[in-house]
């Protein structure tokens, strides 16, 4: 155990009040049901990790047909709000707090996923790799380029969404503009050729994001609203020229919203493109900074201890470790997690992960 655990003090994310700093990061884990609506086996995941300081959902839909996986959930219809309120009451009667992620999956979404429709991106190229559909494994298909009239309809799908959020009963939103989905297609340059006001310079390909951030935090206000990005990630087949000076960017313009926090991932998820994004972030941004990717909890602690980062959210540790706040405050063994079985169906390696024995926790 380390002589100075920071990670178990309280942290105030904007009017968001945590009891400690090891939040939960957004996992697609693929258990909703195949109208992408919450049940009863996401309320026991979610509530079995009540501990962590902040849940952060997994990638929710905020629309119909921009979906990437297979029953990931949405948030758009009232069967779907009707299955979160369960989540979150069932979180908040553990006394814990959850935001949902707010997402398009952009280009990452394949016909057969989405009855048949063509996904939509800033520009015309497809992601290099395989997804799993209904019909089995199929290459992904080249968008169509979004076009102008059909951005502010966008827009609106994430504001609805972020209504609906607040009848779900969550604590705040976290918009996802990271991993190569529509947001960050729209604001990385390997994906975005365009030549007119979203296109070119970095604050025209910022420009959708922040202008969903605008309407979303017309409904929560901004002191309710994270953001997540992922400037050096590869994951579906993304580049950017300059991911050191995209985080500067968006540093100095997310300091001016004053929001609950900025989630930043710090690497690449393929090991190939390399940078700092952390440290400029923490330069040049006002506000409170979220680790992740790959923190150990020792790592984690010496980070927020140095004034590197406010809070830590950790993402695998969590899928075999519900109780895992607990296991790092008695410095206790963690359960490996099965790789196998974190897009099946089902409880199997979902909910059965083992907790930690009381007598261990007396013992600690």
Not at 320 to 331: K, S, Y
Not at 334 to 358: A, H, R, V, W
Request: hydrophobic share 35%.
């Amino acid at each position: 155990m380390l002589t100075q655990p920071i990670l178990f003090s309280p942290i105030s994310l904007g009017s968001i009040e945590l009891s400690n700093r090891i939040l939960m990061a957004p996992l697609t884990r693929a258990r909703a049901d195949k109208h992408h609506i919450p049940g009863p086996l996401m309320v026991q995941h979610y509530a079995d990790r009540a501990t962590a300081g902040l849940i952060i959902t997994e990638a929710t839909m905020v629309m119909k047909n921009c979906s990437a996986f297979i029953n990931e959930p949405g948030i758009y219809s009232e069967a779907q709000v009707a299955g979160w309120k369960e989540v979150t009451k069932a979180v908040h009667q553990k006394g814990g707090k959850i935001v949902v992620q707010l997402w398009h999956g952009g280009r990452a979404c394949h016909p057969d996923l989405n009855n048949g429709i063509q996904p939509v991106a800033p520009s015309p190229i497809a992601i290099e790799d395989e997804v799993h559909t209904p019909n089995g494994l199929k290459p992904y298909t080249t968008p169509r380029e979004l076009p102008l009239d059909e951005i502010p309809e966008i827009i609106a799908g994430f504001k609805q969404a972020a209504i609906n959020a607040k009848e779900a009963g969550f604590d705040g939103v976290e918009l996802h503009a990271a991993n190569g989905y529509l947001l960050d297609t729209f604001l990385r340059d390997g994906t975005n050729q365009r030549e007119d006001q979203y296109g070119g310079s970095l604050e025209n390909r910022s420009r959708l994001i922040f202008e969903v951030l605008d309407a979303i935090c017309e409904v929560w206000g901004n002191d309710k609203v994270g953001i997540r990005t992922s400037p050096l990630n590869g994951f579906n087949s993304m580049k950017d020229s300059d991911p050191v000076g995209t985080t500067f960017w968006l540093a100095e313009k997310l300091s001016h919203y004053q929001l609950a926090y900025w989630h930043l991932m710090r690497s690449d998820f393929m090991g190939e493109q390399q940078g700092d994004v952390n440290t400029i972030a923490r330069e040049h941004y006002q506000g409170n900074l979220i680790g992740n990717m790959g923190y150990s909890y020792e790592e984690a602690d010496s980070a927020v201890l140095d004034k590197q980062l406010d809070a830590v959210a950790f993402g695998v540790p969590f899928i075999a470790n519900p109780d895992l706040v607990a296991r790092f405050q008695t410095d206790s063994e963690l359960n490996e997690p099965n790789p196998d079985t974190f897009y099946t169906p089902g409880p199997e390696g979902y909910n059965d992960y083992p907790l930690l024995d009381q007598k261990d926790l007396v013992s600690a």
